[in-house]
Structures are given as structure tokens and as C-alpha cells.
């Protein structure tokens, strides 16, 4: 197999066939393809949001067909056998970071004013994108402190006092005060962590400025507290931790912070020691993506419907109505009516191509309608990116009448956020 630069033996695109790959794989490295498609991408999986609901199995890392080998819904890299799997964004890391920003509603992109940017490692890109973007929305409100007791005696009260330490000094002729009192520092295990995460990722990044500047003076706090090259603290240290509400989402970011820390970022996978990686699920954020253009877009309520809240099964019981079968978690409802058990919008968001001749899978046409019936939606949408190709049949005829007072459409939505808004606010008004 060819060698390119940085020593990935084979880089390809997502949701690209083998006859689009830039690079073939040879004859001989089949079984090395085989062996990645038998991986279970969930081992190399990094978190991009909060996901609360109940899902499909992972899709595998690589699928094969008639057409040969085919890239799906992951970006990032797999270590593997001593060669190297890159799965680049085709739509670039840019586009993946701006959608990061929109979920987590924060800035994720570089200061890179008055500077080229610099084009490092996808995996490092990305994880210096998803860690920007965990501590830019951790630290919206404040910085993690740790509440720290501290007992001390003297001739004055500092706190409260402790009577019953006071009364064992008195008894024994001590005329000194013993009090307790409580504080909250920034010098705790949660913020070493971070530092040390830091030192890692700028170590690894070409442009001085990749943090922006907000993190820029964050971590001038934070390295004043814990120092610039803390001891990286346990696992167990950061489970002991404590969060007030407003600090709660720290607890995540020192969970990332320690995996780049400890290298156990590229190096997690607990099966082989000579297979490691990192991926990232593109489709989970494109879902992430629309339903953050729809809380833009629609004054109506949104509902993240991925979620246990809002299961509806697909066939009930007549004799016993407590029991069904067949889970359904459309991505996104919108206006719920409690009064007709009913939804006006389902959105259902779908990376991967909507453009002839492949159009609509026949599993997401079937799963759409669906939807539709199971609840009550007077409109439902399956909400494609737009990539390259022509428009597809199903967009172009689009709405279509489902036989019950109800519309199926089938969108190429913009990949950028403003964009985006528009456009599904132009669906809704039916222009």
C-alpha cells in the first residue's frame, strides 16, 4: 500500500467508495482491511456532546459489497497491525469544528489572525478542536474550585469554632481557639489535569496560538494555581472530585483532559496493545448540528427525541397494550400537542448522501414513514448534508403525501449554521 506523509499508509475520505479513494489498497492488503472492519469502533470512540437516548449498534468502521470497500460515518485514525487507517472529514476539518462550535454553542476555532494556520495530524486536530470546546463550555461560568476545610488554633476565631477541640486545649491549660473554617481554591486535581492536557495537545500544535484567547487566559489562572508542569492526578482523584452546579460539566472535561494526559487518547483500545486510534461519529454530529439549527429556526419547542422520554414502540399489543415491539427515536420533534398526542415537525438527520442514482435508502424511507404514523406528525423531514452530486429525485418532488393527511420531504440542508436555519425555516413555511 502506498505511503504518504506522517506515515498513514492509507487515507481516505468519509463515505467514500474504494473506486474514490485516492490511494488503492493492494491485493495483498485485504486481510488488513478485513481485520479493521472486524474492530469494534465503539473502543475508539470520543464523546462529542451529551447523548442521553438509546441508539443502533455502531456502524462498522469499514463496510465491503459488491464495489468493494466503502468508508462510513467516522472520521479520525486507526492503528492497526503496524499501519495506519486515516479517515479524513470530506467536508474539512473546519466544517467539523464550526459544527462543534454550534453543539456546544462556543467558539472552537483558533486565534490564527495575522498567521497562516497550521495543518497538523487530523487526530490532532481533532482533538485539540473537541478539547477547546470541552473547556470553553465547562468554563462558561466559572472555573472548577474544590471546597478545602482547613482547622487551625489561635487567640482568634478564623471560621467556626470547633467547641469540642477548644474544650480538650482549655482542660489541659491552653488559653488558644481552635476553629474551622472553609474555602475554595483553584490549586485542585480537576485543573492539574487540564495544564497537563494542555502541555500535551501545545507540544503536538504548530501555530502558538491555537488555544484562542479565551483559553489563553483561563489557562494563565489555572497554571498560577497547580503550576505549569503539575503531577498528573489518578483517575481515582478526579472520580473523588466535587462539582457545585455551575461546575458540573468540568467533570467531563477532566475526564478528556486525563486521556490526552496519559496518552490513553490514541492508545485506549484495551484489546491489542498494536491497535489504537481515535474516531470521531460525523453522523452523531450532523444529528447534533440540525437539531441545534432547529432550536435556531423553529419558535416552537424542540425536542432532542433520541431519548427514553419520547420512545414510542412500533407495533402494541391488542391484548396487552403495556407491550410492543420495535423502538422508535426519530432525531427531532418539534411543538408538541399533549391534547392529540401528536408532534407538527419529526426531522430524522442522515449523513450520508442524498443524490442520484443512489437517492434514499429504502431502510430510512421506511424508517421516515414510520415516524410519521407512530407520531401523528402532520410533516416529517430526513435532512441530508449537502455534498457533492446532483440533486436526487426524492428532493426534487419533494413534499410527498403519505395517504394519511400527512408530508414526507427529503432535504439537502447547507452545512453552515446560518445557512441552515434558513433553509429549514423556508421548509417550514412551505416556500
Same mark, same amino acid.
Given at each position: 500500500?502506498?505511503?504518504?506523509?506522517?506515515?498513514?499508509?492509507?487515507?481516505?475520505?468519509?463515505?467514500?467508495?474504494?473506486?474514490?479513494?485516492?490511494?488503492?489498497?493492494?491485493?495483498?492488503?485485504?486481510?488488513? !482491511?478485513?481485520?479493521?472492519?472486524?474492530?469494534?469502533?465503539?473502543?475508539?470512540?470520543?464523546?462529542?456532546?451529551?447523548?442521553?437516548?438509546?441508539?443502533?449498534?455502531?456502524?462498522?468502521?469499514?463496510?465491503?459489497?459488491?464495489?468493494?470497500?466503502?468508508?462510513? =460515518?467516522?472520521?479520525?485514525?486507526?492503528?492497526?497491525?503496524?499501519?495506519?487507517?486515516?479517515?479524513?472529514? =470530506?467536508?474539512?476539518?473546519?466544517?467539523?469544528?464550526?459544527?462543534?462550535?454550534?453543539?456546544?454553542?462556543?467558539?472552537?476555532?483558533?486565534?490564527?489572525?495575522?498567521?497562516?494556520?497550521?495543518?497538523?495530524?487530523?487526530?490532532?486536530?481533532?482533538?485539540?478542536?473537541? +478539547?477547546?470546546?470541552?473547556?470553553?463550555?465547562?468554563?462558561?461560568?466559572?472555573?472548577?474550585?474544590?471546597?478545602?476545610?482547613?482547622?487551625?488554633?489561635?487567640?482568634?476565631?478564623?471560621?467556626?469554632?470547633?467547641?469540642?477541640?477548644?474544650?480538650?486545649?482549655?482542660?489541659?491549660?491552653?488559653?488558644?481557639? /481552635?476553629?474551622?473554617?472553609?474555602?475554595?481554591?483553584?490549586?485542585?486535581?480537576?485543573?492539574?489535569?487540564?495544564?497537563?492536557?494542555?502541555? /500535551?495537545?501545545? *507540544?503536538?500544535?504548530?501555530?502558538?496560538?491555537?488555544?484562542?484567547?479565551?483559553?489563553?487566559?483561563?489557562?494563565?489562572?489555572?497554571? =498560577?494555581?497547580?503550576? *505549569?508542569?503539575?503531577?498528573?492526578?489518578?483517575?481515582?482523584?478526579?472520580?473523588?472530585?466535587?462539582?457545585?452546579?455551575?461546575?458540573?460539566?468540568? =467533570?467531563?472535561?477532566?475526564?478528556?483532559?486525563?486521556?490526552?494526559?496519559?496518552?490513553?487518547?490514541?492508545?485506549?483500545?484495551?484489546?491489542?496493545?498494536?491497535?489504537?486510534? !481515535?474516531?470521531?461519529?460525523?453522523?452523531?454530529? +450532523?444529528?447534533?448540528?440540525?437539531? &441545534?439549527?432547529?432550536?435556531?429556526?423553529?419558535?416552537?419547542?424542540?425536542?432532542?427525541?433520541?431519548?427514553?422520554?419520547?420512545? &414510542?414502540?412500533?407495533?402494541? *399489543?391488542?391484548?396487552?397494550?403495556?407491550?410492543?415491539?420495535?423502538?422508535?427515536?426519530?432525531?427531532?420533534?418539534?411543538?408538541?400537542?399533549?391534547?392529540?398526542?401528536?408532534?407538527?415537525?419529526?426531522?430524522?438527520?442522515?449523513?450520508?448522501?442524498?443524490?442520484?442514482?443512489?437517492? /434514499?435508502?429504502?431502510?430510512?424511507?421506511? #424508517?421516515?414513514?414510520?415516524?410519521? #404514523?407512530?407520531?401523528?406528525?402532520?410533516?416529517?423531514? !430526513?435532512?441530508?448534508?449537502?455534498?457533492?452530486?446532483?440533486?436526487?429525485?426524492?428532493?426534487?418532488?419533494?413534499? +410527498?403525501?403519505?395517504?394519511?393527511?400527512?408530508?414526507?420531504?427529503?432535504?439537502?440542508?447547507?452545512?453552515?449554521?446560518?445557512?441552515?436555519?434558513?433553509?429549514?425555516?423556508?421548509?417550514?413555511?412551505?416556500?
Amino acid at each position: 500500500m502506498k505511503m504518504v506523509e506522517d506515515c498513514i499508509h492509507l487515507s481516505i475520505p468519509d463515505l467514500t467508495s474504494e473506486s474514490a479513494w485516492p490511494n488503492q489498497p493492494l491485493p495483498e492488503d485485504q486481510q488488513w !482491511l478485513r481485520s479493521i472492519a472486524r474492530l469494534k469502533p465503539e473502543q475508539f470512540l470520543l464523546d462529542v456532546g451529551d447523548r442521553n437516548g438509546a441508539g443502533a449498534d455502531p456502524a462498522p468502521i469499514l463496510d465491503v459489497d459488491l464495489n468493494g470497500w466503502r468508508a462510513g =460515518r467516522y472520521i479520525g485514525e486507526i492503528h492497526h497491525q503496524g499501519r495506519t487507517l486515516q479517515i479524513r472529514p =470530506r467536508l474539512g476539518i473546519e466544517t467539523v469544528a464550526q459544527w462543534i462550535s454550534a453543539i456546544h454553542n462556543v467558539h472552537v476555532l483558533p486565534d490564527v489572525a495575522g498567521g497562516s494556520r497550521s495543518y497538523q495530524p487530523l487526530v490532532i486536530q481533532l482533538t485539540a478542536a473537541l +478539547w477547546r470546546a470541552s473547556i470553553l463550555d465547562a468554563g462558561r461560568h466559572t472555573l472548577a474550585r474544590e471546597k478545602v476545610k482547613r482547622k487551625s488554633a489561635g487567640l482568634r476565631v478564623r471560621g467556626k469554632l470547633d467547641v469540642a477541640a477548644t474544650g480538650k486545649l482549655r482542660a489541659a491549660g491552653d488559653p488558644e481557639l /481552635v476553629s474551622n473554617s472553609t474555602f475554595r481554591t483553584l490549586d485542585n486535581s480537576t485543573n492539574a489535569v487540564v495544564v497537563a492536557a494542555d502541555r /500535551v495537545i501545545n *507540544s503536538r500544535m504548530g501555530s502558538p496560538r491555537w488555544r484562542g484567547p479565551r483559553i489563553e487566559d483561563q489557562l494563565i489562572v489555572l497554571k =498560577r494555581a497547580v503550576g *505549569s508542569n503539575p503531577q498528573l492526578p489518578s483517575r481515582g482523584e478526579l472520580k473523588r472530585a466535587r462539582y457545585s452546579p455551575l461546575e458540573v460539566k468540568w =467533570r467531563k472535561t477532566a475526564e478528556l483532559s486525563h486521556m490526552i494526559a496519559s496518552n490513553r487518547l490514541l492508545r485506549h483500545n484495551a484489546e491489542a496493545s498494536d491497535t489504537y486510534g !481515535l474516531l470521531i461519529d460525523v453522523a452523531e454530529l +450532523w444529528e447534533r448540528f440540525v437539531l &441545534h439549527c432547529a432550536s435556531e429556526a423553529f419558535e416552537a419547542p424542540v425536542i432532542h427525541g433520541t431519548s427514553t422520554t419520547v420512545e &414510542h414502540r412500533l407495533l402494541s *399489543s391488542v391484548a396487552h397494550p403495556d407491550r410492543g415491539m420495535g423502538r422508535l427515536y426519530p432525531d427531532i420533534l418539534i411543538n408538541p400537542s399533549t391534547e392529540t398526542n401528536s408532534y407538527r415537525c419529526i426531522i430524522d438527520a442522515k449523513y450520508k448522501p442524498l443524490t442520484q442514482p443512489r437517492g /434514499v435508502d429504502r431502510e430510512d424511507l421506511y #424508517q421516515i414513514h414510520a415516524y410519521s #404514523q407512530a407520531f401523528n406528525a402532520q410533516r416529517s423531514l !430526513l435532512a441530508y448534508p449537502v455534498l457533492d452530486g446532483d440533486t436526487a429525485f426524492a428532493q426534487r418532488f419533494s413534499p +410527498w403525501d403519505t395517504g394519511a393527511d400527512a408530508e414526507i420531504s427529503f432535504l439537502r440542508l447547507p452545512i453552515e449554521q446560518t445557512e441552515c436555519v434558513a433553509a429549514l425555516q423556508a421548509w417550514d413555511s412551505g416556500a
